[in-house]
């Protein structure tokens, strides 16, 4: 029977953290010294640890609690569907009203151009069945060689072996052997880090026009699809120019290679348009999805494909030899719909286009444009990122520029606030359901926050 929460104390908690888990992205080692900060209840847009400290918590958990935390209709959705089917697959024939409500809900969250989607637990999962699906589909077109994958560095599109190969971030790459076979990467579109004397839309053009050399150097016929986040996410929530988009749909038009879109973070509102490709305004061939779409209440993610690319699997392909334990499971789509019901139901997602969102982005400009640590800002909707930088004329940036973005991280909790730093960004995606006064909150800790570590590098 579990212990009661109250009856530990916070280092009873640390103790068994320290003796049984292996943390993400973190030293182990000195993460037992500190120890971790134990999160015991979420309401809202705000968590408590367990010495009763609150956070408002600017990141949505890792970008995925659109609604809130504590939502009852979810808990009740979740309730209902325990008790009525906690568990079926999708093996045997069979299927469950659930799953096929869901799936009959997010088609019609999406263009007529896309017709089915195969469920996963997770982003790293959907990006791992992208790898097999899209080599599946260029057999069955007769064309058995196009199975190369572009990516881009600093993408990010999960941790398993065939998705961390997707992504481009070199020190995953190299605790793996990594990337695997027929997975090769492009450069990056983040302008302030790379642009150098281009303007952002000549940047833009040059980084998407080295999809198309790399193309020509494989052999279109040999590549399969570019699969990229129409902003990336952990890479640090990086906005491409708005000449780049354009000019990359075109390339893969004219080659006939695949575009992937990962919206695992992007996805259902983000942006303030369901999907995020639809902010940038280009057509995907494939959509990854996770986090919102059952805002991380209970595991799921799966892999839209495009009516073109199913019909050809279903009509040509026979037996597709595939399939995972809990692919559509009965309670996480039964949660996925009621999270739907909410954002659909409160208008959440027109908010974030029309009302909180426009007002995160020009409070957020108003707060630091004129701040001597900060030299650029990006963003849209429910999704921004401040970039650090030692002097602001010249785009130079920090030389240790982890460790003080980290800082500023760490301010940040003492203030009450989560946010998170990759590199020399600090970046923030709070839950859809943010009112206005809580995005004051967020802004007012944020610049304490980034004020401090000023101070502390001697530059306020």
């Known amino acids: 029977?579990?212990?009661?929460?109250?009856?530990?104390?916070?280092?009873?908690?640390?103790?068994?953290?320290?003796?049984?888990?292996?943390?993400?992205?973190?030293?182990?080692?000195?993460?037992?010294?500190?120890?971790?900060?134990?999160?015991?209840?979420?309401?809202?847009?705000?968590?408590?640890?367990?010495?009763?400290?609150?956070?408002?918590?600017?990141?949505?958990?890792?970008?995925?609690?659109?609604?809130?935390?504590?939502?009852?209709?979810?808990?009740?959705?979740?309730?209902?569907?325990l008790k009525e089917l906690s568990y079926y697959n999708m093996f045997f024939h069979t299927t469950h009203p659930a799953v096929v409500e869901l799936s009959e809900r997010l088609f019609s969250l999406l263009p007529g151009s896309y017709s089915h989607v195969i469920y996963t637990n997770s982003g790293s999962e959907a990006n791992e069945v992208l790898i097999r699906t899209v080599r599946r589909f260029w057999d069955v077109m007769g064309q058995p060689d196009k199975k190369i994958f572009i990516g881009r560095q600093n993408g990010?599109?999960?941790?398993?072996?065939?998705?961390?190969?997707?992504?481009?971030?070199?020190?995953?790459?190299?605790?793996?052997?990594?990337?695997?076979?027929?997975?090769?990467?492009?450069?990056?579109?983040?302008?302030?880090?790379?642009?150098?004397?281009?303007?952002?839309?000549?940047?833009?053009?040059?980084?998407?026009?080295?999809?198309?050399?790399?193309?020509?150097?494989?052999?279109?016929?040999?590549?399969?699809?570019?699969?990229?986040?129409?902003?990336?996410?952990?890479?640090g929530m990086i906005f491409p120019p708005e000449s780049y988009w354009p000019e990359i749909q075109r390339i893969c038009r004219q080659y006939d290679v695949l575009l992937c879109a990962d919206e695992v973070i992007g996805g259902f509102g983000r942006t303030g348009e369901w999907f995020a490709h639809q902010h940038f305004d280009f057509q995907p061939d494939t959509l990854s999805i996770a986090k919102g779409l059952t805002s991380g209440y209970i595991p799921m993610g799966g892999l839209v494909l495009s009516r073109r690319m199913a019909q050809a699997l279903i009509d040509k392909g026979g037996v597709f030899a595939h399939g995972l334990t809990y692919s559509g499971h009965p309670v996480a789509a039964a949660v996925a719909l009621a999270n739907l019901?909410?954002?659909?139901?409160?208008?959440?997602?027109?908010?974030?286009?029309?009302?909180?969102?426009?007002?995160?982005?020009?409070?957020?400009?108003?707060?630091?444009?004129?701040?001597?640590?900060?030299?650029?800002?990006?963003?849209?909707?429910?999704?921004?990122?401040?970039?650090?930088?030692?002097?602001?004329a010249s785009r130079k940036l920090f030389a240790n520029e982890d460790d003080i973005g980290w800082r500023c991280r760490s301010h940040g909790f003492d203030e009450g606030l989560i946010i998170r730093s990759t590199h020399g960004r600090m970046i923030m995606a709070p839950a859809l359901a943010i009112t206005r006064s809580q995005i004051d909150e967020l802004l007012s800790k944020t610049r304490r926050a980034v004020d401090r570590t000023a101070r502390e590098l001697g530059i306020l």
């Open 341 to 392: 019901d909410v954002l659909q139901g409160e208008g959440m997602v027109e908010a974030v286009k029309q009302d909180t969102g426009p007002y995160l982005q020009r409070c957020l400009r108003e707060v630091f444009a004129d701040h001597p640590l900060v030299g650029d800002i990006q963003g849209t909707g429910m999704v921004a990122a401040l970039q650090l930088c030692e002097d602001k």
């Open 156 to 235: 990010y599109h999960g941790s398993t072996v065939g998705s961390a190969s997707l992504g481009g971030m070199a020190f995953m790459h190299e605790m793996g052997n990594l990337p695997i076979p027929g997975v090769e990467h492009i450069d990056e579109p983040d302008w302030y880090r790379h642009g150098g004397s281009l303007s952002p839309a000549e940047f833009g053009l040059q980084c998407a026009r080295a999809l198309e050399q790399k193309i020509l150097q494989l052999g279109a016929d040999k590549v399969a699809a570019f699969v990229a986040e129409p902003f990336q996410g952990a890479g």
């Open 1 to 81: 029977m579990r212990t009661n929460q109250k009856q530990r104390s916070t280092a009873d908690y640390q103790a068994m953290d320290a003796a049984h888990h292996i943390h993400a992205f973190l030293d182990q080692k000195a993460l037992n010294e500190e120890g971790p900060r134990v999160i015991t209840r979420g309401e809202g847009l705000y968590v408590w640890d367990s010495e009763g400290k609150q956070y408002l918590d600017g990141m949505s958990g890792l970008w995925c609690t659109n609604v809130g935390y504590g939502r009852q209709e979810l808990i009740d959705a979740a309730t209902r569907q």
